[in-house]
């Protein structure tokens, strides 16, 4: 949600918003105070280890209606599915250093380490408890 939404919210709706968020906001003092840790709790990252990778995923990223639809509509057998999904729980960037960890020397992709960690992304209680 946009910033100047957030400030044009009465306290009761900004209290609101931050319990569907899972936000506690109880001790912020002021409006302003209550907008910036709403905005810096949704900021957050969770680091997730697979296939010896580090990631770092955005959860604003797992609170995105696009990527949740995509997510109760994915097909895990439909490869383009499951390559959108993860570009956009992961980014570009990072799904693009993730195929290339699981890229051997001759350019064979090991598709079995791709959906390992495809598989701890979406698994993953981590994520699901953000």
């Known amino acids: 949600m946009k910033h100047e ?17 899972g936000i506690d906001i109880s001790k912020a003092k002021g409006h302003a105070a209550k907008v910036e840790l709403i905005e810096s709790a949704r900021e957050r990252t ?5 296939i010896g990778m580090k990631l770092v995923i955005p959860i604003k990223n797992l609170h995105d209606k696009r990527v949740s639809d995509m997510l109760s509509a994915l097909d895990i057998s439909n490869n383009a599915d499951v ?20 890229t051997e020397d001759d350019g064979y992709v090991d ?20």
């Not at 993860?86 to 990072?94: E, H, V, Y």
């Not at 598709?111 to 699901?128: C, P, R």
Request: hydrophobic residues 50%.
């Open 5 to 21: 939404y957030l400030m044009e919210m009465s306290e009761s709706e900004l209290a609101n918003y931050a319990q569907a968020c």
């Open 46 to 50: 969770a680091e997730l280890s697979t």
């Open 83 to 102: 390559e959108l999904a993860m570009r956009a729980i992961l980014g570009d960037a990072q799904f693009e250093a993730l195929v290339k960890h699981c």
């Open 111 to 130: 598709i079995d380490a791709l959906g390992t960690a495809i598989h701890a992304v979406l698994s993953s209680q981590e994520l699901k408890n953000f």
